[in-house]
Each structure stands twice: as structure tokens, then as C-alpha cells.
């Protein structure tokens, strides 16, 4: 967020000081012109933002809807500038957003870099409006262009030979529910699958899903959950993968616990994970969320890692749409605080998973608060090993956590590491 020098900021004349607010609704007629006519470049693709309907059209789509229902369209009577409109307590509430050198407003006191960040602080707190953002009414400027989206995703799985009409997958129970929406369980051409589901026009997510799937088609390891192929109709898409019979590792971990899992087994998913995590780092790609819960478990309990949402090739650039929703516990410090993501940060990953997995299923730094986890890494704080855990992943587990990612080993080497100790077992 950005914030005003205030003295350059002139209050505009035709901005009624409120008694209620500090906000107060647009009136009806003004004749000033904003600054700035350059609308194009802050337009956003977002389901909230109308474009130039009027605001008669805007009341009537507003009209009788739920305190905080809003939309974001251009202004007519201040071209360059736009209006929040939102639903409260019976009324539609129209509120000028001032396009200035300084950046976005609706009050002359907080400054936005663009209309997406203005409306993520007014969903937060009304801040003066008459209420909280909440639902927005979906565009059909957006409808349109998700659909566009969509079609064109799909061409790729078209050619690749990856889409599977809707009608030749059987569905049945639902067996996990994820960020996209529901895991569901299905037939396809007489063998089990998994089919991961969005709705189409949940906005973006159905995007998100076909781009985690495109990224899926480029990989191929036995210690990878394999795609099938996706399957769209007309409410859904669909990423459909081999199923895993037995479901996500943590949840395995925590049900069967110490009483019903040996040395042994956890060792072996240990080095199933590492072989998929050697592969993965041989192909240049970091997974980025390398945790129990990503990794499930096929009918003869063979670990394979899944959910490739966050995953991305080494190479490509650094920012990217997903800051914010790394798993704090689970991320080495460089990739938390300068987005510093390599094999060597999975690597990192790899040790709180074993952790996980010699705790049967614990949720990592059990006693430190997330947002303290960070700051006692860089004071040296490590976890102990779980009870009973052989020193060898002990030792393995400690040297993931080298704060210079140099100094930690590569997977070729922790794996070379976990079939040591394996050949004592007996495994
Ligand atoms: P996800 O969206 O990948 O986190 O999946 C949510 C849950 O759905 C998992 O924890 C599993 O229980 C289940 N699930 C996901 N993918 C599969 C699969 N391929 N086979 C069986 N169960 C799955």
C-alpha cells in the first residue's frame, strides 16, 4: 500500500466531507475531470470489475442484494477515474475512486498501486465505507474471458491426446477435499482413477488446476503421482491421476501410529520420496511444497508425491502470483524471506517431512507459533528428532536444516544415505 505526502493531496471540491465516514458516496452530477485517462493500464481480470456499465444497470444489479455485495466499474461522469458500488442496509452505495499521482483512492488518506490491492483493504475493514467488501456480483466481462482461458488451456491437453471426454469417466464417491475444490473417485477406461475437481468460473482456480496439470504432463516417475488426463464439461474441470488407494501419508502416519508401523516402513517411504525428490531435482524442477500431506500412499503403501500447484522450473523467473501462500513451517528461511527457491529449499522441505514421518504425522515446531517459527530458525532453534528415531535420520534431518542451502546435501546424496541405513534393516 502506498501512502500520500498528504500536502500534494488537495481535497476535491466536489467531495462532500462526511459526518458518518470518512468516506462519503459519490453525488449524482460533478463536472470535474480526474487527472489521469489512463484506464487501460489498471483495468483488471478480476469477477468484481464491470468495465463501463452504468450506474443505472449497476443499481439494478445491486439492487436487494446482501450488505457488502459490490462491483468496481468505470466512472461516467469522471472518465479516468471509477466507482465502488456497494449493496448496504437496503441502498446502493456509490463511492468515487480518484485516480492521482500518488495512486488510487476513495479517501485522499490511503493510496493504492491498483484497484486489486484497494479492494483487498476494503474486503479486510470498511475503513469508512458503509460496510465491508464481501461478494462481489461476477462480471460477464470475466465469465467471458475465463471461458476464453479455459478453451485455450484446453487446446494443449487436446493435442497432447490428454482429454478425456466427460462421458467415458464413471464418478463416484468423494474421497478428499483439496484447495481446488473436491477429490472425487472414478472409473476411466476400467481402471481406478482420482479426479480432482474446480468449477469452471470459481475465479481463477479452474485456471490454477489446468496449469498444476500441464505441469504434471512434462514429469514422469514412478514415485510421481501420474496424470491421466482432464476432463471438462460444462460446471467442471477435472485433473485426473492415478488413484491412490490408500490416501495422503499423514493421514496414514496418524492412524496407524507407532503401534502399527515399523522402522522399516518408515524408511521406505522416506526412500520412495527421496528417489521421486532425485528425479525432480535432476529435471531442474522445485516442488516447493514438499510435505506429508503431499505425498500419497498406491494400494502396496508405495509413497508418491503429489500436488504440483506451487512447483515450477529453476530457471524461470523468481516472483510469481504464489507469494504468500508458502507453508511457513515447511519452507527453508531463503525462500521465505527473499524467494530464494532451489532443490536446496526442498531439500530443506525433505527434513521437516522426515520429521513428520519419525513423529508418525506430528505438525512440525509443535510448541512455537507460526509467525515466531521464522525467527527462532535464524537464532539456530532446530527441533529434536521424535522419539525413537535412529540417529542416522537424525543426522540427515539436521543437516537439511543448514541455513546456507549450500551446505545441505543434494538428494542423490540423502538417498544414497537412507539405502545405507536401509541395507541394515535388511530392506
Ligand atoms: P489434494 O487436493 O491433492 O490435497 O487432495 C486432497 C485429498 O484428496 C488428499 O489428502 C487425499 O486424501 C485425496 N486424494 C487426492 N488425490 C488422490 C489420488 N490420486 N488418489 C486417492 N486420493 C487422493
Redesign the pocket.
Known sequence: MMHGSGSSLRLSTDFPASTSSRISPLPLESTSRSSSNNVEAIRPHAPWFHGNVSRETTERLLNRRADGTFLVRESTNFPGDFTLSLACQGKVEHYRIYQTAAGLTCDQEEFFANLIQLVSHYKREPDGLCHRLLTPIVSDLFHVAAHADIEQKMAFFRASGLSIPSADIQLGDV??????GD?LMGVYRGQKV?V?RSKRLVGGVADELLDEAKFVVGLNHRRL?AIVGVVLDDVDVGMV?????N??LV?FLRSRGRHQLDRRQLLQFSIDIAEGMVYLESVGVVHRDLAA??V?LDAHFTAKI??FGLAKDVNSPSGDSSAGKFPIKWTAPEALRQSRFSSKSDVWSYGILLWEIFSFGRVPYPRIPIQDVVRHIERGYRMEAPEGCPQEISRIMNDTWHLNPNDRPSFIQILQRLIGLSQGYGL
Open positions: 474421497i478428499g477435499h483439496g484447495e481446488f477429490v482420482a480432482k503421482v491421476t492415478e488413484y491412490m488407494a490416501g495422503s493421514d500431506r503431499n500419497l503429489s500436488d
